[in-house]
Structures are given as structure tokens and as C-alpha cells.
T-cell receptor
Framework: QVQLVESGGGVVQPGRSLRLSCAAS????????ISWVRQAPGKGLEWVSA????????YYADAVKGRFTISRDDPRNTLYLQMNSLRAEDTAVYYC????????????????????WGQGTTITVSS | QSALTQPASVSGSPGQSITISCTGT?????????VSWYQQHPGKAPKLMIY???YRPSGVSDRFSGSKSGTTASLTISGLQAEDEADYYC??????????FGTGTKVTVV
């Protein structure tokens, strides 16, 4: 079945780095744009970043621009989020999510919304 | 990019219909027909309920419907059921080539 599984979460001190992974299965990973979405404890959803199907286009929310880097390894069917200079406000559950449609033509890519979500991985930034 | 505005809570009795609003601007909700709605039960990942303003993914009950007028999108749940009690979020593509979610609405079935 179509599935996304995140890993790499944990407790990290402010200012340190962490890399999240998202393993995809059950669909042609290289055809889809993928996003990271986070949810702070007791708060709403926040879009963090997205990468195009071919990895050439990357988009970031202002809150993480310059600190986070999204990437993908299509042969491994895996998405990554490199998180540097972490802050307390980055504490959240991080979800990877697949774009709801295949789109090879739009430039820049259109974020249509997401239809497949992982179960999430928790990041706690605390000293 | 500011979050889209939703009411914090909406409640209804079983069988009733409720509507959740999602207000944005001309640079997001008002500018594109790429509004989606997500349902999230406690401790679970969100689930796509509506996409492209009005379309339901396969498997989603036809009790859920979406619409848009100007810069405000709406989700209507008809024939409210106990299982519909959850948090609901709208989301939209933006002119900044990003995606923005709404503030979230807690639906209570009383």
C-alpha cells in the first residue's frame, strides 16, 4: 500500500542539527512532489518545505529558510530534511506528505495539497 | 505568509449540518482553486477530505462538501455523526509558491 514513514526525530539542544528521513513505498516516488509539514504541541499544521518531483525546485516557509534544507534520493525512495540551528520553536511533530497529483509541467511547481501523510516523527528542541 | 483564518470551534447535534469557513486573501484562497480540507483526529495524521475546492477523494463520505466565494472557502458537513468530531484544517496554494494552512477548527458533536 501507499506509505510514508518518517524517522530521525528526537531531543536536541538549541543550535544543534538533525536530519529527518521519510521512506516512501507503494507508489512511484520519483513522480511526485513531497512536502514537510509540522505541528507544534497543541497547535495547528504548518507547511515547512516542499521539493519538486525531480528535486530541482525547493520551497521553504520563511520560518525555516536558511536553516532547513530539503532533498530527495529517488533510487532510495527517500526524502530528507536537514535541520540546522534548531530553536525551541522548531519543537513539533514533523510529517512528510505526498502531493495529491503528478505534475511534470508547472514551473514553479504548484502546491495542490497533499493526499498521503506519514505517521510523523517528533522533534524536541530543549537544553 | 499568515495562516488562513478559521473559527476556533464549531458544534452541532447528530444529523445536523455545520459549515466551517476559511478566510484568506487574493494571494491564496481568492487567487487559486487549490483549496483543500483536512480532518485530524487526536494523535493521528491528517486526512485529505476535499481538494481543488470541491472535489472529494475516493473513500470520503459525500456528507462532506466544499465551496468557495471570493477569498473565503467553506467546508460543510451534513448529517453530522459522532465520528466527525475532529480538528479540521483548510489549506491553499499561495502566490509566493508556498502552501498555507488555516488556523484549525475543532468540531464537536453535542
Amino acid at each position: 500500500q501507499v506509505q510514508l514513514v518518517e524517522s530521525g526525530g528526537g531531543v536536541v539542544q538549541p543550535g544543534r542539527s538533525l536530519r529527518l528521513s521519510c521512506a516512501a513505498s507503494g507508489f512511484t516516488f520519483s513522480n511526485y512532489a513531497i512536502s514537510w509539514v509540522r505541528q507544534a504541541p497543541g497547535k495547528g499544521l504548518e507547511w515547512v518545505s516542499a521539493i519538486s518531483y525531480d528535486g530541482t525546485k525547493k520551497y521553504y516557509a520563511d520560518a525555516v529558510k536558511g536553516r532547513f534544507t530539503i532533498s530527495r534520493d529517488d533510487p532510495r525512495n527517500t526524502l530528507y530534511l536537514q535541520m540546522n540551528s534548531l530553536r525551541a520553536e522548531d519543537t513539533a511533530v514533523y510529517y512528510c506528505a505526498r502531493d495529491l497529483r503528478v505534475d511534470f509541467w508547472s514551473d514553479p511547481i504548484i502546491h495542490y495539497g497533499v493526499d498521503v501523510w506519514g505517521q510523523g516523527t517528533t522533534i524536541t528542541v530543549s537544553s | 505568509q499568515s495562516a488562513l483564518t478559521q473559527p476556533a470551534s464549531v458544534s452541532g447535534s447528530p444529523g445536523q449540518s455545520i459549515t466551517i469557513s476559511c478566510t484568506g486573501t487574493s494571494t491564496d484562497v481568492g487567487g487559486y482553486n487549490y483549496v483543500s480540507w483536512y480532518q485530524q483526529h487526536p494523535g493521528k495524521a491528517p486526512k485529505l477530505m476535499i481538494y481543488d475546492v470541491t472535489y472529494r477523494p475516493s473513500g470520503v463520505s459525500d456528507r462532506f462538501s466544499g465551496s468557495k466565494s471570493g477569498t473565503t472557502a467553506s467546508l460543510t458537513i451534513s448529517g453530522l455523526q459522532a465520528e466527525d468530531e475532529a480538528d479540521y484544517y483548510c489549506g491553499s496554494y499561495t502566490s509566493s509558491n508556498t502552501y498555507v494552512f488555516g488556523t484549525g477548527t475543532k468540531v464537536t458533536v453535542v
